[in-house]
């Protein structure tokens, strides 16, 4: 039923376009992420000129580098305006599968309606979200990523294999496309549309590493805060940095914090022991 009448006000839209110039836009937010890094996020940042009823918006996620995809997560989130203004009804649908039979629904190959990602590349999402009441999308621009509110997330995992995926815009049968409908004449608003590229990079960097209390300086502090994850149930202390791939107190890069992490502390602390030599090089174990 919801769906139904999703499609049935896209359709409309689709009959009477709008010759304006197009000073709408929908950008994917574009970003370099570790390996196999958990939990990552993309913005979808709209400016909207006009108010809004319904926005569709169908986007592919496709891999340009064999292997590098997202990873047993995704998740697509609307947020912050669009989560507000268009929240009476909304469809979010996860497809796995490009369908090249559907194709004369769309302008090309397009995917239909299958339920849930396969994390094979391609996988796709159709948001849809319109109003019901007197409440709509109103004009306004999330900014520019990384910063500003964009108006939905997707929220993922990334493979382990470096290099880039994109998220783009696609078409998903029957006929749904890329579209913001504004809220009096029902037509769909010209919009420009920016595709985001995922990087997952090979790149190793800390910023605290053997330094837990960062402050650049090995001192006792940093011994009670090792003393504290490996012996007292303290929180782990990871590096602020998400590419470097050992946590800051893990002083000798095998992945744990332990007496022998407190042993080479304590050697540089109280006993002169030179940094460089007693801790390992977490870019270089
Ligand atoms: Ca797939
Ligand atoms: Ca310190
Ligand atoms: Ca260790």
């Not at 006929?175 to 595709?195: C, D, G, Q």
């Not at 914090?257 to 801790?279: C, E, H, I, K």
Request: charged share 15%; proline share 7%; hydrophobic share 40%.
């Amino acid at each position: 039923m919801k769906t139904l009448s999703l499609m049935l006000i896209v359709g409309l839209a689709v009959i009477s376009p709008s010759m304006a110039v197009a000073t709408s836009s929908v950008v994917i937010e574009s970003k370099t992420v570790p390996l196999s890094a958990t939990g990552q996020t993309v913005g979808v940042y709209i400016v909207n000129d006009a108010t809004l009823c319904a926005v569709t918006m169908p986007l592919v996620i496709r891999s340009t580098t064999s292997g590098a995809f997202i990873a047993d997560t995704l998740a697509f989130e609307p947020l912050n305006r669009l989560a507000s203004g268009l929240g009476d009804m909304v469809e979010i649908a996860y497809l796995p599968t490009e369908d090249s039979l559907k194709w004369w629904l769309c302008d090309g190959f397009g995917f239909q309606l299958q339920g849930a990602p396969d994390f094979a590349s391609p996988d796709a999402i159709l948001y849809g979200g319109f109003s019901t009441s007197d409440t709509f999308m109103t004009a306004g621009s999330d900014g520019t990523p990384p910063g500003g509110t964009p108006s939905a997330q997707f929220y993922f995992n990334v493979t382990g294999t470096a290099g880039t995926f994109e998220i783009d815009t696609t078409c998903i049968s029957p006929a749904n496309h890329l579209s913001l409908i504004e809220n009096v004449t029902w037509e769909r608003v010209p919009v420009t549309f920016t595709k985001g590229v995922v990087t997952i990079a090979d790149t190793c960097a800390c910023d605290c590493h053997a330094d837990p209390i960062c402050d650049s300086v090995h001192n006792i502090l940093d011994l009670v805060a090792i003393v504290g994850v490996a012996f007292q149930g303290a929180d782990p202390i990871p590096d602020p940095n998400a590419f470097c791939p050992y946590e800051t107190t893990d002083v000798n890069c095998d992945n744990e914090t332990s007496v022998l992490d407190v042993v080479r502390m304590n050697l540089v602390v109280n006993y002169g022991a030179d940094p460089d030599t007693t801790f390992c090089d977490p870019c270089e174990p």
